[in-house]
């Protein structure tokens, strides 16, 4: 099994700054992307930013300049820095990995159960 473990939502005021982490832990072979995704009630999940294993990053472009994907490949963690957040960016935050867990099968997709964003005006 593999789990993943959301920390750092909370509420915060327009203009203010949060971190989220996550943790991957369990049967790790090795992880491909990481990411965070973020829902609201109503809408489809969207992306938000990803980094691969080598660093590469991806935002989406309502987030660029204002949050920042990093990952420590050693611990198994990915992070985002939330700069200058809006109301817009209340949400539900889910942790996302591509996850291996022998040599000799693909990588899978992950989630964890999400951490809740409040920005308030």
């Known amino acids: 099994q593999v789990q993943l473990v959301e920390s750092g939502g909370g509420l915060v005021q327009a203009g203010g700054s949060l971190r989220l982490s996550c943790a991957a832990s369990g049967s790790i072979f090795s992880i491909n992307a990481m990411g965070w995704y973020r829902q609201t009630p109503g809408k489809e999940r969207e992306l938000v930013a990803t980094?691969?294993?080598?660093?590469?990053?991806n935002y989406a472009d309502s987030v660029k300049g204002r949050f920042t994907i990093s990952r420590d490949n050693t611990k198994n963690t990915v992070s985002l820095q939330m700069n200058s957040l809006k109301p817009e960016d209340t949400a539900v935050y889910l942790c996302?990995?591509?996850?291996?867990?022998?040599?000799?099968?693909?990588?899978?997709?992950?989630w964890g159960k999400g951490a809740l964003v409040t920005v308030s005006s």
């Open positions: 996302y990995a591509e996850v291996k867990r022998v040599s000799y099968r693909p990588y899978m997709a992950y």
């Open positions: 980094i691969s294993n080598g660093g590469n990053t």
